[in-house]
Structures are given as C-alpha cells and as structure tokens.
C-alpha cells in the first residue's frame, strides 16, 4: 500500500517531464543552439543585437509553398521579418493571425515577411495552414530544416523549437529574434526599432 502514492508521484513526474519536453519541442523559448551571438535580452523578452556587431544571413533561398523561386538577399535595403514555423505547431497555429495582420500594415513602411516551414514532410498541410489562415506573404518549404542550418549564423535559432521569428536590418544582418509564439503587439516592439534606423 505504501507504494502506491510513491507509484502515483513517479507518474505525475513523468507526465509533467513529458509535457515540458513537448511544449520546447515547439517553441517554449528555449536557448539557441550555441555559439557567439551578441544577443541581449531587453525587459520585453526580446533578443536583440546592436547595429555595430549584428551578422549577416547565409543565402536563403528555394521554392515556396507555392511554387515560385524566392531569395531573401532580393529584400536587401527592406527591413525583413521571418517566420520560421510547421504547421503541426500549435504555438503557430496561435500567432499565424497576428503575423498576417501585422505583414499588411507594415508592408508599405518597406517591410517584407516570409515565412520558412519546416518539418512537415509534404506540402500538403502548410498549404492549407496558410489557406485557414490567409497568409499574405509566402513561404519558403524547408521540411528537413537544411535553410535553417545554413542560412543563419550559429547561436540564431533553437533547431528543436519553433516558432522563431527574426527581424533582418535593411543591410540583411540580422537585429532582433525571439523563440515562442508573438502577438501583434510583440511584433511591432521588434520592428518598430529596426524600422526606425537610418
């Protein structure tokens, strides 16, 4: 009989463990994956870098959801925000509104979203995610995460969660990131700084 309360705490344990490993998987904000960043965390959260010590990106490019070519380096001289989400991610699924509604208002103030799916194995359901959800900016499809690799410097992303969101100066290096999902308000404190520079 003893056991039984012991039994019944290594199982309540267990399903918590499980719970927190489930929700970093998807983007709890968890660190990056090494490296020397220049990162600093302001108090809203937001992970940013100063104008004199920001990197640039690697090439990232490929074919988007759609079907089309797309090269961020072609956004050069705008300020660039993306998205880096799967569609099986319910913290994805929750900001994909606010990052559509803000891509609508900030695209004539010289802002670019795009998006990076990945980890979802066909087009298939990215496609519909975006279709629910009227997504007004593209994606690029990147199901083994290979842009996610070689496109961004060491330290820039967390490879084992997602959603990711990085804002890109208008030279292409890279200002601002933040791990988990964002609403509207989130987002406007990321762009609004990097938008303000000169």
């Known amino acids: 009989m003893t056991l039984r309360p012991v ?17 970093s998987a998807c983007g709890s904000g968890a ?15 937001i992970a940013r870098v100063a104008k004199g010590e920001r990197k640039p990106v690697g090439p990232i490019k490929g074919e988007t959801l759609q079907g089309k070519h797309l090269d961020v380096a072609e956004f050069k001289g705008k300020v660039v925000v993306i998205n880096i ?24 103030k010289g802002v670019q979203f795009i998006g990076i799916n990945t980890r979802d194995s066909s087009k298939s359901l990215p496609e519909k995610f975006e279709d629910d959800y009227d997504i ?31 804002i890109l100066d208008r030279n292409g290096k890279i200002a601002a990131r933040e791990f988990g999902g964002l609403d509207d ?8 700084p990097v938008l303000r520079e000169n």
Do not use: H
């Not at 690029?140 to 969660?161: E, V």
């Not at 308000?185 to 609004?192: A, G, N, V, W, Y």
């Open 136 to 166: 007004s900016y593209p994606s690029l499809y990147d199901p083994s995460g290979k842009l996610l690799l070689t496109g961004f410097p060491k330290g820039t992303i967390n490879l084992q969660g997602l959603p990711a969101t990085i």
């Open 7 to 23: 039994a019944r705490a290594a199982a309540l344990t267990a399903i918590v463990t499980l719970g927190s490993l489930s929700l």
């Open 85 to 108: 989400w799967g569609s099986w991610c319910p913290p994805c699924r929750a900001e994909a509104p606010y990052l559509n509604k803000v891509a609508k208002e900030t695209k004539s």
């Open 185 to 192: 308000t989130e987002l406007r404190k990321m762009i609004s």
């Open 31 to 45: 660190s990056g994956s090494g490296g020397q960043t220049n990162y600093v965390v302001s108090t809203d959260g």
